[in-house]
């Protein structure tokens, strides 16, 4: 028992160092992180906690649960930079805490506390433990279903099935169906493997069922009767189903993406455990396939392949299995004795130091805060804001300001029909050129990528000043021509 608490207080000590320390001072960046935090920001002054907006327009990207959690954390400290990193920081130490849990529950304490170790100073928890993004959400709602199940059927107490799909349900409102297919799949093919349909047929799985649809249905029944078939086009046609056979970025549509990924993201683990494996591969050494080996096998391969066949990818997608991957590495740098905690020691002032020496400042280089200060007192004396030429939006300038960006773009751009593909994730409302251009007598704010100025003259002629310089961006503002004829 004193082990066990002593771990635990290692636990938590890692978790302040690594995951909590310095959350303030992370900008929001753009273009993912921003479009969270300011849904959240809208949805709390707009005081509906129900539908996702932005820019003032119902957003059907993701389920509602993550929205919740920025919202909670809004309500407690405002809209600052560590409230919109709490939450995915408290999942990253609820993480932690159940992989300790059933870790020692499926081995011992001390393979719980090597594998919680390794999860910690991996290089993919480490970024995900920091952003503002659903997956820290998703691994622990997508875990627990997996965990319970397993207990369930290990220790044959099969009320843990009811645990199970709660936990299913959480994660369908994080992150859409693939809470319940992955974590079903998987199930299913374990079962496969043992033999062993039988342990479906109980009758706390179709209690668990009905608990499932209940909490599930909180807010998909309501925003099917509110929104309709807007939000089954645009939620499970879009940002499911295209999502899955349709890539949102052709160039990392490869198939050797997660390979790359999985190498990167149990950064530095992974080059001595492969390596090992492969020396006792080589030895005439086999995989012991007890039950628990077969089913942190299953688990990992099937979100591995699973995402591997999709056709959008994303760095984050095969996240859910860091939990079986750690527990399996675990057993080998339990071997390690004092090399291995000397070896945490270090990973965790390599990621203080990255923290504030790389994080800080490329963080706020993808960010427009900056912008935002520059352009508060133009803000407050009526200048509208402008996008010129950015595929992003800046939409984390909105979030900063409160003041909606818009982006010029040619008037037939607007008249263009809108289909339903990738188009509906560009977010920004437009405005066309010759409309901002015919009127002379606004204040104007331009985000533009134009370092010279040069371009943003001639499509929007005036005395232009520059404000800010960002890294790839540079902040404009021209004065109104009160001597311009309307």
Known sequence: MIDEKKHLWVLGAVWVLLYLLGNNMLTITDPVECNYAETAREMVLSGDYFSPQIFGNFWFDKPILFYWEL???????????????????????????????????????????????IMATSLESWYVGHAVITDMTLLVTVSFTLIAFYCGYRERNYNWYYASWFSAALAVLDKGPIGLCLPGL??????????????????????GLIIFCAVGGIWYVPMYMMHGQDFVDVFLGVHNVMRATVSEHPRDNVWYYYIGIFLAGFFPWVFAAIPAFIKKWRSGWRLQLDTDTRFLLVWAVTVFGVFECFATKYVTYTFPYMFPVVLLMARHFCHWGRKFFYAVAVMALIYVALLFGVAVPKMAEHSAKAMAVAAQPYLQQGAEVYCLNRRDGMVSFTYYTGHFIYDLVPQSEIDKAKELDWSVTDIVPKVSIEAAAADKKKQLLVITGDEDGKALKETLPGKWRLLERGRRDYLYYREADLEAKP
């Open 71 to 117: 919202i909670a954390a809004f309500k407690l400290f405002g809209f600052t930079d560590f409230a919109t990193r709490l939450a995915p920081t408290l999942m990253m130490g609820v993480a932690l805490g159940l992989l300790y849990w059933w870790g020692r529950r499926l081995y011992n304490s001390t393979v719980a506390f090597v594998a919680a170790l």
């Open 186 to 207: 998987i199930i299913l093919l374990f079962l496969l493997w043992q033999r062993d349909f039988k342990a479906l047929l109980k009758k706390q799985l179709f209690g």
